[in-house]
T-cell receptor, first 113, second 113 residues
Framework: AAGVIQSPRHLIKEKRETATLKCYPIPRHDTVYWYQQGPGQDPQFLIS???????DKGSIPDRFSAQQFSDYHSELNMSSLELGDSALYFC????????????FGPGTRLTVL | KQEVTQIPAALSVPEGENLVLNCSFT??????LQWFRQDPGKGLTSLLLIQSSQREQTSGRLNASLDKSSGRSTLYIAASQPGDSATYLC????????????FGKGTKLSVKP
């Protein structure tokens, strides 16, 4: 069965650079969530999209932005990267907001040097 | 504030033991609760999802229960195996326009041969 795809899987950036993370949800899933998991931490919700519209916002810095495209894939854009942005970034998808299971991708490990 | 707490933070058991992981949530108006497994540096694998109208869910050696009135969920693992060693996270979902998951900090399980 198709799963959530994230790219790249690993990314190394310098401070103040920008990064773009991509998420391809399970086919026919219309909802995408982004989570950030710092070292030794639990995942924290960043932002979500339902039918290409932002549905909720969590602890996402103003330096980050995201969108969901017509094919339902989503991109998380991160600018002016800081050392503290180093984390595992997960994308999850589901069918609808009042959801059943959220299916997580393998994550993108971002390292900011 | 909606919070999820998991006890214990770490657990070490000999192979073959039955064990229980605990999860508590502060807001009983829960839509569903999901249990995940995470291996070190890896993604989140969904184990079980319990809807608010359900009392328990079973999958193989795993059984999860939900008691909304007391704000608790438990994950029961029967006949534990070394391959069960991982961090187990529970996450609450309050549905509505949100739908994002609120995670506990997890229980790190080690099953010794």
């Amino acid at each position: 069965a198709a799963g959530v795809i994230q790219s790249p899987r690993h990314l190394i950036k310098e401070k103040r650079e920008t990064a773009t993370l991509k998420c391809y949800p399970i086919p026919r899933h219309d909802t995408v969530y982004w989570y950030q998991q710092g070292p030794g931490q639990d995942p924290q919700f960043l932002i979500s999209f339902y039918e290409k519209m932002q549905s909720d916002k969590g602890s996402i810095p103003d330096r980050f932005s995201a969108q969901q495209f017509s094919d339902y894939h989503s991109e998380l854009n991160m600018s002016s990267l800081e050392l503290g942005d180093s984390a595992l970034y997960f994308c999850a998808s589901s069918l609808g907001l009042r959801t059943d299971t959220q299916y997580f991708g393998p994550g993108t490990r971002l390292t900011v040097l | 504030k909606q919070e999820v707490t998991q006890i214990p933070a770490a657990l070490s058991v000999p192979e073959g033991e039955n064990l229980v992981l605990n999860c508590s949530f502060t807001d009983s108006a829960i839509y569903n609760l999901q249990w995940f497994r995470q291996d070190p540096g890896k993604g989140l694998t969904s184990l079980l999802l319990i809807q608010s109208s359900q009392r328990e869910q079973t999958s193989g050696r795993l059984n999860a229960s939900l008691d909304k009135s007391s704000g608790r969920s438990t994950l029961y693992i029967a006949a534990s195996q070394p391959g069960d060693s991982a961090t187990y996270l529970c996450a609450s979902n309050y549905g509505g326009s949100q739908g994002n998951l609120i995670f506990g900090k997890g229980t790190k399980l080690s099953v010794k041969p």
